[in-house]
């Protein structure tokens, strides 16, 4: 069964608005996830590394006002798109740590389209 | 920062075939983890290799980490169109918060 789940798997909202994804871990409490985006035949970019408790870290080139992520249990970590463009639209791709193992698994991903 | 360079990014071949999809760094990795992706969905996991020079096979894979930790291998024997997919290759960070460094992925398509 799915180790990692992301809500919604798709969404297309207007340009200028707010979408949150969230992602939760199943099987185990994560103290660590992460953040991903994937272009069409491209491979996976981070964009942040998401820890509970704790601000999140991000990667250069990305905006931390407009990709607002939180944290605030072990099975969840939110991702917020503010105010979406078009050039937003992408693959949102999350995953969690398992501390045991040190291994990710990630989520089924979310399909983000901005109009 | 650390890079890892895959290669063949795409690769056509017939069933029955062998390949091998190589990922290339000149850093070094606590370890690596090979992943399979289809389209519209999450990357896979399908093994992870710690120790330098370890092989792991699972059925008609084998994954091979090199002595060094700086690279790795994934073989595939008698290709089936079920292998289609993008493989992934992700080299886990030696310090830090165990962040994945990607490869650009190989897309693999296997012809009946």
């Known amino acids: 069964g799915a180790v990692v789940s992301q809500h919604p798997s798709r969404v297309i909202c207007k340009s200028g608005t707010s979408v949150k994804i969230e992602c939760r871990s199943l099987?185990?409490?994560?103290?660590?996830m992460f953040w991903y985006r994937q272009f069409p035949k491209q491979s996976l970019m981070l964009m942040a590394t998401?820890?509970?408790?704790?601000?999140?870290?991000?990667e250069q080139g990305v905006e931390k006002d407009k990709f607002l992520i939180n944290h605030a249990s072990l099975t969840l970590s939110t991702l917020t798109v503010t105010s979406a463009h078009p050039e937003d639209s992408s693959f949102y791709i999350c995953?969690?740590?398992?501390?045991?193992?040190?291994?990710?698994?990630f989520g089924p991903g979310t399909r983000l389209t901005v109009l | 920062t650390q890079l890892l360079e895959q290669s063949p990014q795409f690769l056509s071949i017939q069933e029955g075939e062998n390949l091998t999809v190589y990922c290339n760094s000149s850093?070094?990795?606590?370890?690596l983890q090979w992943y399979r992706q289809e389209p519209g969905e999450g990357p896979v996991l399908l093994v992870t290799?710690?120790?330098?020079?370890e092989v792991k096979k699972l059925k008609r894979l084998t994954f091979q980490f090199g002595d060094a930790r700086k690279d790795s291998s994934l073989h595939i024997t008698a290709a089936q169109p079920g292998d289609t997919g993008l493989y992934l290759c992700?080299?886990?960070?030696?310090?830090?918060?165990?962040?994945?460094?990607f490869g650009q992925g190989t897309r693999l398509t296997i012809n009946p």
């Open positions: 995953s969690a740590e398992n501390p045991f193992t040190d291994t990710q698994y």
């Open positions: 099987d185990f409490q994560a103290t660590t």
């Open positions: 998401s820890n509970e408790g704790s601000k999140a870290t991000y």
């Open positions: 850093s070094v990795f606590s370890s």
């Open positions: 290799v710690v120790t330098g020079g």
């Open positions: 992700a080299g886990a960070e030696i310090q830090g918060a165990q962040k994945l460094v």
